[in-house]
Nanobody, 117 residues
Framework: QVQLVESGGGLVQAGGSLRLSCAAS????????MGWFRQAPGKEREFVAG????????YYADSVKGRFTISRENAKNTVYLQMNSLKPEDTAVYYC??????????WGQGTQVTVSS
């Protein structure tokens, strides 16, 4: 099992930016496909962005495409989510997760992002 710890959440005004970080344990981080998810109050958890182990392939939900950027630094066992042009509807708890096959098996504890209008 891989331990994941998110950080970087907070309160920001609409139009602002935040960068989330997710630090992972494990010696083979570069082999992990990683993803970011979010869950707003009263809603189901939804996929936000994903990245391959090498960082060469990235994927985004339509709702964040062009505003969010996922990246990783394998030497630091860390994956990032740069969030720009934030909107109130981006308010949620954000989670990073490790993909194993077709599912995400390891999850962090989450970090709260609140965007005020």
């Amino acid at each position: 099992q891989v331990q994941l710890v998110e950080s970087g959440g907070g309160l920001v005004q609409a139009g602002g930016s935040l960068r989330l970080s997710c630090a992972a344990s494990g010696r083979t981080f570069s082999s992990y496909n990683m993803g970011w998810f979010r869950q707003a109050p009263g809603k189901e958890r939804e996929f936000v962005a994903g990245i391959s182990g090498s960082g060469g392939n990235t994927y985004y939900a339509d709702s964040v495409k062009g505003r969010f950027t996922i990246s990783r630094e394998n030497a630091k066992n860390t994956v990032y989510l740069q969030m720009n042009s934030l909107k109130p509807e981006d308010t949620a708890v954000y989670y990073c997760a490790r993909r194993v096959g077709l599912r995400y098996d390891d999850w962090g504890q989450g970090t709260q992002v609140t965007v005020s209008s």
